[in-house]
């Protein structure tokens, strides 16, 4: 058997082989977005683009967030596959009308009548010491819409393979790229190409504890495992990749196996995206737990700018790590 | 062609059959929220027809529209099925989106025809993103984008004026300006009321015309979209109307006098175009007398499809939510 040989790729750049790969393979497929051309994208991403492709498909757009992404979606709507960029998930707050109240409702508004093919990719998260305004995570807000679809790439190969199954997807399909894993680097086999968008999937297998995580919480729960794996505890990490629609089988079997839970993620506790992980636990495996649904979350504040407060706000790898000790009895 | 008003009889006579199946429509939706058959939000176009039967004779069948929540008249005009429309206010399959929009929520793929969007505004991104679809497959389309004077105010009436300028977007923006922000004056919440003069601010054609005379917003728009299609632009064109009935079956209507309707109503487009047309010896009694019994037969037949219609099975609320089969 062949093997393809591996290069080493950042995931930045995974990103801008997939939109490359996209845009060579079909004409309708288009990018819009603030600086997404002449300045090659807020973080890089779609650096080059703009020389290769041209101004018509490579748009940098006004600083108009709620005109670009409704555009996006009466472009799909017109027969176009386009690709939005909202810079950060902080300012698509700025269209959210437009996210909710069109490409989340026209397909059912209309009686089934019309696709929205789009693909709206954001960066998210903290850590890079921005404060409140340029930190935030809402995947959890924006999995809450019927309607649409989430994915959190994790790693390079989902960087390099969610955006194309997400193009051929009918509905409106939001891609969230947390800002710490740009500069991820690794290798990937150089024939690296689409993904299943609708798995979650194990990154580390453990029969103790299930660390449940997604996007920028991914290293965190596995550094913690890491971690754990020298105390003799064996934790499994399911990364969810997919945000909505939720991949239940994989985390109730794994949960099933270690009869033990901790969700990790960057939002907000109330009414997170851990929220919910943990109630579906609840309510499909509460007969296989042998302690309580833990989360770790970020703490409930507009994120500080000190380094010191930003970092105590964010989910570590040794809080990770002191939950599953406190649920094993161990610490 | 007629010496003294410029338009050929049959025009005329079709110009005044679309207003008065609106106008009629419209009576006999009343009657029927009355009855409760029809429920949730309703918005009249009575007294604003010239508006989208003058506009729609600019328009193709390749031509997109995008509508607002008060857009039974805009359906009815460019040719979807009053039988559907009727059967969507009823809930039923049957309708134009098959019971799960409503009122406010018209749809129909088959003429284009792109809601029904009940946002304030929200409409206008999706008519700039289908004008971008044409530009970039280089299809000589126009997408008229129908929207109130209240739209002005959003931030999205500003992006989007900005955007089809800055791209050359083939949109043909037509603001419906009644007046009236649901209850709010426009004296009472635009700091210049002039809203040609607002939309030239982002250099592109615009001009304002009398939206009581079908006549004159057809000629009107026919310009307008002209230029939009062979001009590689936007266009926007200001409507000066007025709604006769309130703001929707909810409104107590206490914000404007009962002189200030009536003395609207005396610019009411329908009897206005008939005048002009019998003065011109282009219409007779018969004439209208044909034209009420044809709408009223038409009018009975869509009541009669939406009883005859069906709920969907409960077992079905699910559906729609993503779309079912692969994208066109």
């Known amino acids: 058997m062949s093997v393809a040989p591996a290069k080493a790729i950042t995931y930045r750049e995974a990103m801008r082989e997939a939109i490359r790969e996209a845009l060579l393979a079909d004409g309708r497929v288009f990018l819009m977005g603030e600086d997404v051309g002449a300045y090659g994208g807020c973080f890089g991403v779609s650096k080059g683009l703009l020389e290769e492709f041209g101004p018509e498909r490579i748009r940098d757009t006004p600083l108009s967030e709620s005109a670009f992404v409704g555009a996006g979606i009466g472009a799909a709507m017109g027969g176009m596959r386009p690709i939005v960029e909202v810079m950060t998930v902080n300012f698509c707050l700025l269209a959210l009308d437009q996210i909710m109240n069109n490409a989340a409702t026209i397909t059912h508004m209309s009686g089934g009548q019309f696709a929205i093919p789009l693909v709206i990719r954001m960066t998210t998260g903290a850590g890079r010491q921005v404060a409140a305004q340029h930190s935030h995570s809402l995947e959890g807000w924006l999995a809450h819409i019927p309607g649409l679809k989430l994915l959190a790439p994790a790693t390079l190969a989902d960087a390099r393979g969610m955006l194309g199954p997400a193009l051929d997807d009918p509905n409106p399909v939001l891609i969230f790229e947390h800002g710490s894993l740009y500069n991820l680097e690794g290798e990937l086999p150089a024939g690296a190409g689409a993904v299943d968008i609708e798995r979650a999937a194990t990154r580390r297998p453990g029969g103790d504890v299930t660390l449940i995580a997604y996007g920028g919480t991914v290293p965190t729960a596995l550094s913690a495992a890491e971690e754990l794996a020298g105390a003799g505890i064996e934790a499994e990490v399911v990364d969810l990749r997919v945000l909505r629609p939720l991949d239940d089988r994989t985390i109730i079997e794994s949960v099933a196996r270690t009869h033990r839970a901790v969700v990790i993620d960057e939002g907000w506790r109330s009414g997170s995206l851990a929220a919910e992980v943990s109630a579906r636990i609840m309510e499909q495996a509460f007969y296989e737990l042998d302690a309580p649904v833990t989360r770790v979350c970020s703490a409930e504040v507009p994120m500080p700018y000190p380094r010191h407060l930003e970092q105590a706000a964010l989910p570590q790898p040794a809080v990770v790590a002191a939950e599953v000790r406190r649920m094993m009895g161990t610490g | ?328």
């Open chain 2, 1 to 328: 062609m007629s010496a003294t008003i410029g338009i050929e009889r049959e025009h005329g006579l079709e110009l005044l059959r679309q207003m008065l199946r609106v106008r009629r429509f419209e009576e006999k939706c009343v009657e029927l929220y009355s009855a409760t058959k029809i429920r949730g939000f309703m918005h009249l176009y009575i007294g604003e027809e010239a508006v989208a039967v003058g506009a729609m004779q600019a328009l193709t069948p390749e031509d997109a529209i995008v509508a607002t929540y008060r857009e039974h008249g805009h359906a009815l005009v460019r040719g979807v099925s009053p039988g559907s429309i009727m059967a969507e206010m009823y809930g039923k399959v049957e309708g134009c989106a098959r019971g799960r929009g409503g009122s406010m929520h018209l749809f129909d793929a088959a003429t284009r025809f792109y809601g029904g969007n009940a946002i304030v505004g929200g409409g206008l991104p999706l008519a700039v993103g289908l004008a971008l679809a044409d530009k970039l497959q280089a299809r000589r389309r126009v997408t008229a984008c129908f929207f109130g004077d209240g739209a002005v105010a959003e931030g999205e009436f500003h992006e989007c004026m900005n955007l089809a300028a800055v791209w050359r977007l083939p949109v043909l923006f037509l603001c419906e300006n009644n007046r009236y922000a649901m209850g709010t004056a426009i004296e009472r919440y635009e700091s210049e009321t002039d809203l040609a003069l607002k939309a030239a601010s982002y250099e592109l054609t615009a001009w304002s015309v009398d939206g009581m005379d079908v006549i004159a917003v057809e000629e009107a728009v026919r310009r307008a979209a002209a230029e939009v299609r062979d001009g590689d632009r936007p266009c926007f064109v200001e409507l000066r109307t007025y709604r006769f009935r309130a703001h929707s079956m909810y409104d107590p209507d206490l914000y404007r006098t009962k002189d200030e309707i009536e003395r609207w109503k005396e610019h009411d487009p329908i009897p206005a175009l008939s005048a002009q047309l019998q003065a011109a010896g282009l219409l007779s009694d018969a004439d209208v007398e044909r034209l009420e019994r044809e709408i009223a037969r038409e009018i009975e037949d869509a009541i009669a499809f939406a009883e005859a219609g069906t709920l969907e099975p409960v077992e079905e609320l699910e559906r729609f939510v993503y779309f079912e089969g692969a994208a066109p």
